[in-house]
Antibody, heavy 120, light 111 residues
């Protein structure tokens, strides 16, 4: 059974940085693209970023471009989201999700999420 | 404002069928067969219900079906059950630099 476990969330002041982690297990991690998706309190889903299976390509939502960096460690089965210059509007539950690994564009498996609160 | 447009809410009685629409453009929904649908119960992570427009993952009830016509995709739930009450989100690949877009979500109420 695919497992994705996010960690690293918490309360952070505006302008500061935070690094989220997602530990993957029960599948061949290096064969799949990984995404981050967030959900502000009471709001809908917002796609944040994707990293290719081998880390060769990364894409970001316009709202986080230049501030967030997605990365992965295929030897440790981990994907990360480095968040800088955080703003109040970045407050959300952050989910990591796995793609199907066949070139299609859907999120087949999701973690349980980690809450990031940006507040002074 | 979300890139894909969904109705904010829909409702139906047990046993009835409902359809949720998801309208985009030729740059996303209309241009690719990469539309997916997710169900989310309160406080839970989203769950994939439909992928590539009309495919059901293993374990998802046959009561859920997807389709697409032009720039609008649809999720139909037949034989509504109480446990279907949830938020539903559509998503699509987009040729823009962001690659993935979501709809604003639709709250399904089972009366």
């Amino acid at each position: 059974q695919v497992q994705l476990v996010e960690s690293g969330g918490g309360v952070v002041q505006p302008g500061r940085s935070l690094r989220l982690s997602c530990a993957a297990s029960q599948f061949t991690f290096s064969s799949y693209g990984m995404h981050w998706v967030r959900q502000a309190p009471g709001k809908g889903l917002e796609w944040v970023a994707v990293i290719w299976y081998d880390g060769s390509n990364k894409k970001y939502a316009d709202s986080v471009k230049g501030r967030f960096t997605i990365s992965r460690d295929n030897s440790d089965n981990m994907v990360f989201l480095q968040m800088k210059s955080l703003r109040a509007e970045d407050t959300a539950v952050y989910y990591c999700a796995r793609d199907p690994g066949d070139g299609s564009w859907y999120l087949q498996h999701w973690g349980q999420g980690t809450l990031v609160t940006v507040s002074s | 404002q979300s890139a894909l447009t969904q109705p904010a809410s829909v409702s139906g009685s047990p046993g009835q069928s409902i359809t949720i629409s998801c309208t985009g453009t030729s740059s996303d929904v209309g241009g690719y067969d990469y539309v997916s649908w997710y169900q989310q119960h309160p406080g839970k992570a989203p769950k994939l219900m439909i992928y590539d427009v009309s495919n059901r993952p293993s374990g998802v009830s046959h009561r859920f079906s997807g389709s697409k016509s032009g720039n609008t995709a649809s999720l139909t739930i037949s034989g509504l059950q109480a446990e279907d009450e949830a938020d539903y989100y559509c998503s699509s690949y987009t040729r823009s630099s962001t690659l993935v877009v979501f709809g604003g979500g639709t709250k399904l109420t089972v009366l």
